[in-house]
């Protein structure tokens, strides 16, 4: 079973930005939708709806960080 938890919408929220406000990436959005199937037809949020939120691993910023110099300039 996956951990969960819930997050409520504010009014003019998406998917996108709540996933950038609970995972810091709006990649995460199709977690929530996966999720979420009964609230997937709605684009903007009225405000006081409530996600349910898998609880998922998030890689350490320097996992994901852009090298400061590009590998062939090494």
Excluded at 13 to 41: M, R, S, V
Excluded at 42 to 53: H, M, S, T, Y
């Amino acid at each position: 079973m996956i951990p969960m938890t819930t997050y409520t919408c504010g009014a003019g929220d998406t998917f996108d930005n709540a996933a950038f406000e609970i995972y810091g990436d709006e990649k995460y959005a199709a977690f929530l939708l996966q999720f979420n199937p009964a609230l997937c037809g709605k684009l903007v949020f009225e405000g006081g709806e409530k996600l349910a939120v898998p609880i998922v691993d998030i890689p350490d910023d320097d996992e994901r960080a852009v090298p400061a110099v590009a590998p062939w300039r090494q």
